[in-house]
Structure formats: structure tokens, C-alpha cells
């Protein structure tokens, strides 16, 4: 294991204090939202939640009539995820394993695979995927989201005028995959660290096990979460996030 990533274990009781029970500004009102609205109807579906962290979403898809499985590889993130799905007593079969060994979920299980902002946490991208692709039915999706690759990177950075207001932000060195402490963490940020990958690279190991893209959208919030969340509209002026739609196959 790479000393430079910190673990979901290590990072877990920040996590759990930011996002643990209605998930943080970004993702409760920019990201999930997107997501659900590729995904669609939810009610009945078969549905794994990869790296579930404290269990926020896989709770919203639950309350939307979802037969959810929910994984993670931190035994405090999913124990804290169970033990609040005790009191709300969701539809929720929860697992601890590594994402790129889900040996303890049988073959073509799910309609939909979803992973919230978790995929930039995974050290063996191709091995998540290759996992994945054998827990996914044919012709289901795999709709993931992850920090715009694009601008939520390590040497991207604000420029402001002499009075402090924003002019733009400078990214630089896009190719240079590493691991790097995300600014989408909240108060976890000097601990938490996710991977930097290029756009390319995440297709590709699409690709390689048989998804297709099918749709990719670049949320910003609406104004009605501007006027309830003012401090989101720097993401009216450049994404937080990607959210990808793969088919496996295509059909």
C-alpha cells in the first residue's frame, strides 16, 4: 500500500462527521441529485453502492425503493452505516471488502452499480472495474461520480484581484496521476486523500471489461440550492464533479 493514500479507516471519523448522515453540501445537492436523474426509477431495482462510506446515499436509494447492497472497505464507515440504518431501518444489506475483491457477492447480482465520489479512493482502478463487471447484469449500468478531473486537480487553484474577488482558476499538470488531499473534502481534507487520474484514463478502464459510456453530465447547482446553499455558486463557473453513465455491454 502506497504510505502517500491515506486509508478509509484512517479518514473515517471525519467522514462520518461531514457526510455521515445527510452526506455534504456538494454531494447532497449537486452530485446525488445528477446521478439519480441518469439513473432514473430506482424502485425495485437491484442496486450496489460501492464504497458507501456512512451510508448516505445508499440510504436515499433505499427510501426510493431500491433493494440496496452497500460495501465499503472501512469497518468503521459501515459499522456507523449500520447502525444508523438500525434506527431508519432501510431496505440495506451491508459488506466490508475491498472493491476490487467482491468475492463475497455472487455473479450478475445488480441492474445498476452506483459509486458517489468513491472511484478516486480505489488504488487498483482496473481491478475495481473487472469486479464490477462480474456483480453487474447484462445490459446494466455502472454511474459513477468523481472530482471533474478537468478542474478539481492537484495544481488547480483560484486567482483572485486585489480585493479578493475571483477571477479565474489556473489548473495545470493534468497528467500527472497522484494521490493528493481533495478541496471537495470538507474538514477531512488534510487527511483524506483521492487519486487524480485523466479523463481518459477512466473510460479506457471502462473499456477494457465492456462498458460503453453512454452519458456523461457535469452538474452545477440550481437556484434553488443557490438560494438555500449560497457559498455553491463557484461551481456555477466551473463543475465539482463528473458523473459517467457506462452501459455493460451496450445493447
Not at 72 to 80: A, E, F, K, T
Amino acid at each position: 500500500m502506497s504510505n502517500e493514500a491515506s486509508t478509509y479507516e484512517e479518514i473515517a471519523d471525519g467522514i462520518s462527521s461531514y457526510a455521515g448522515e445527510s452526506g455534504g453540501d456538494v454531494q447532497r445537492y449537486i452530485v446525488a441529485p445528477a446521478i439519480l436523474e441518469l439513473m432514473g426509477p430506482a424502485n425495485g431495482k437491484e442496486i450496489l453502492d460501492l464504497y458507501c462510506g456512512a451510508g448516505y446515499f445508499a440510504r436515499r436509494l433505499a427510501s426510493l425503493g431500491a433493494n440496496v447492497t452497500a460495501v465499503d472497505n472501512s469497518d468503521r464507515l459501515v459499522g456507523i452505516a449500520r447502525e444508523i440504518n438500525e434506527r431508519e431501518r432501510f431496505n440495506i444489506q451491508y459488506a466490508v471488502a475491498e472493491p476490487n475483491d467482491l468475492s463475497v457477492i455472487e455473479d450478475s447480482m445488480f441492474d445498476d452499480i452506483v459509486c458517489n465520489m468513491g472511484l478516486m479512493s480505489t488504488r487498483d482502478l482496473a481491478g475495481t472495474v473487472a469486479a464490477l463487471a462480474r456483480l453487474v447484469k447484462l445490459g446494466g449500468r455502472f454511474i459513477f461520480s468523481i472530482a471533474h478531473p478537468c478542474f478539481s486537480m492537484p495544481d488547480a487553484c483560484w486567482i483572485r484581484d486585489a480585493d479578493g474577488k475571483l477571477l479565474y482558476e489556473a489548473v495545470d499538470n493534468y497528467y500527472a496521476e497522484r494521490w493528493w488531499p481533495s478541496n471537495l473534502a470538507g474538514p477531512t481534507k488534510e487527511r483524506s486523500k483521492i487519486k487524480h487520474r485523466t479523463l481518459a484514463t477512466y473510460v479506457n478502464a471502462l473499456s477494457v471489461r465492456g462498458f460503453n459510456v453512454r452519458r456523461i453530465s457535469e452538474p452545477r447547482p440550481t437556484q434553488e440550492v443557490l438560494t438555500l446553499k449560497p457559498h455553491l455558486a463557484i461551481f456555477e463557473r466551473v463543475p465539482a464533479a463528473m458523473v459517467i453513465e457506462a452501459i455493460f455491454p451496450y445493447l
